[in-house]
C-alpha cells in the first residue's frame, strides 16, 4: 500500500502562488499516474489535475488551466502542483493520490490510498 504525503499549502493572498508536493516515502512513483483533488467541507472531492506515469501526458480542470501546471520528478519521488494567480476559490484542502484503476483521469474512483491533504488558504 502507497502512503503520499502531501505538503507546501499556506496561506497567501488572491494572485500570489504556491507550489505543493506529493511524495511517497519509501515507495515508488514510477509508474503510477498521480491525480490532486481538494475538498472544501460540505462539497465533495473536485478533480484539479492529473499526471500520467511518465509526466508525458496531463490533464487540468477547466477552472484551473492557465493558471495551474502538474509536473513530476520520478528520480525525486515526487509530483508538484504548481498553482499561480491563486484566487479565494482556490481555498481546500488538497489531496494527492496514485491511480490505482483504468477509470478516467478526472475520477475520484480512480485513485486510491489519499494522503492526509495540504490546506491552501487564498484571502486579502
Known amino acids: 500500500q502507497l502512503h503520499f504525503v502531501e505538503s507546501g499549502g499556506g496561506l497567501v493572498k488572491p494572485g500570489g502562488s504556491l507550489r505543493l508536493s506529493c511524495a511517497a516515502p519509501?515507495?515508488?512513483?514510477?509508474?503510477?499516474?498521480v491525480g490532486w483533488f481538494r475538498q472544501v467541507p460540505g462539497k465533495e472531492h473536485e478533480f484539479v489535475a492529473a499526471i500520467n506515469w511518465n509526466g508525458l501526458s496531463t490533464y487540468l480542470a477547466d477552472s484551473v488551466k492557465g493558471r495551474f501546471t502538474i509536473d513530476r520528478d520520478n528520480a525525486k519521488n515526487t509530483v508538484y502542483l504548481q498553482m499561480n494567480s491563486l484566487k479565494p476559490e482556490d481555498t481546500a484542502v488538497y489531496y494527492c493520490?496514485?491511480?490505482?484503476?483504468?477509470?478516467?483521469?478526472?475520477?475520484?474512483?480512480?485513485?486510491?490510498?489519499w494522503g492526509q491533504g495540504t490546506r491552501v488558504t487564498v484571502s486579502p
Open positions: 493520490a496514485p491511480r490505482t484503476s483504468g477509470a478516467p483521469y478526472d475520477n475520484f474512483e480512480s485513485y486510491s490510498d
Open positions: 519509501g515507495s515508488t512513483l514510477d509508474y503510477f499516474g
